[in-house]
T-cell receptor
């Protein structure tokens, strides 16, 4: 149990376009979902926290207008990278909590912006 | 603000031997959780072990155990009988329980290589 999926696993897009990444909790209802960014050989950097039906809370330094997060249901959160540029290329990971202390992580999405 | 420090960027161990990864943290909280996560080359984050700060007994999960020293704010991970599949990046993480959010604060990670 406690499986989190992400789609797509790898996306390549042109500079200036927008990309949407989906995060789904497959067998539980997620009260809270998190989005992280990870550069090669570095740690996970929390971008934002989202609770179902409310606005996401962004970490300091994360551009809200560039990284749009929607948590429309208890099993789905989306991250949209708007007007993507090469510097947005990274590995994006989501996680979800079902009310306890453990975060369950998705497999990640590799974004490459050309 | 809480911080987590992992002072060993890389470590290497021979198969079947024991290795200890270090982690220290800084907090003024009394109630919190500590975690060790493993990130293999697939990049899937896997929970290795969890410790509640109010518990004095060190957590153990099969070959993985921790040495939790609350006063010293130290939380090391011991891997016994190392296996090739243990090769991964290991992250120590801190979490302060909250009604609104349970954010994880990660250390910088230790890259562990298990040699055959």
């Amino acid at each position: 149990g406690a499986v989190v999926s992400q789609h797509p696993s790898w996306v390549i897009c042109k500079s200036g376009t927008s990309v949407k990444i989906e995060c789904r909790s497959l067998d539980f209802q997620a009260t809270t979902m998190f989005w992280y960014r990870q550069f090669p050989k570095q740690s996970l950097m929390l971008m934002a926290t989202s609770n179902e039906g409310s606005k996401a809370t962004y970490e300091q330094g994360v551009e809200k207008d560039k990284f749009l997060i929607n948590h429309a249901s208890l099993t789905l959160s989306t991250l949209t990278v708007t007007s993507a540029h090469p510097e947005d290329s990274s590995f994006y990971i989501c996680s979800a909590i079902a009310g306890g202390s453990e975060q369950f992580f998705g497999p990640g999405t590799r974004l490459t912006v050309l | 603000a809480q911080t987590v420090t992992q002072s060993q960027p890389e470590m290497s161990v021979q198969e079947a031997e024991t290795v200890t990864l270090s982690c220290t943290y800084d907090t003024s909280e009394n109630n919190y959780y500590l975690f060790w996560y493993k990130q293999p080359p697939s990049r899937q984050m896997i929970l290795v072990i969890r410790q509640e700060a109010y518990k004095q007994q060190n957590a153990t999960e099969n070959r993985f155990s921790v040495n939790f020293q609350k006063a010293a704010k130290s939380f090391s991970l011991k891997i016994s009988d190392s296996q090739l599949g243990d090769t991964a990046m290991y992250f120590c993480a801190f979490m302060k329980p909250s009604l609104l959010t349970n954010k994880l604060i990660f250390g910088t990670g230790t890259l562990l290589a298990v040699q055959p």
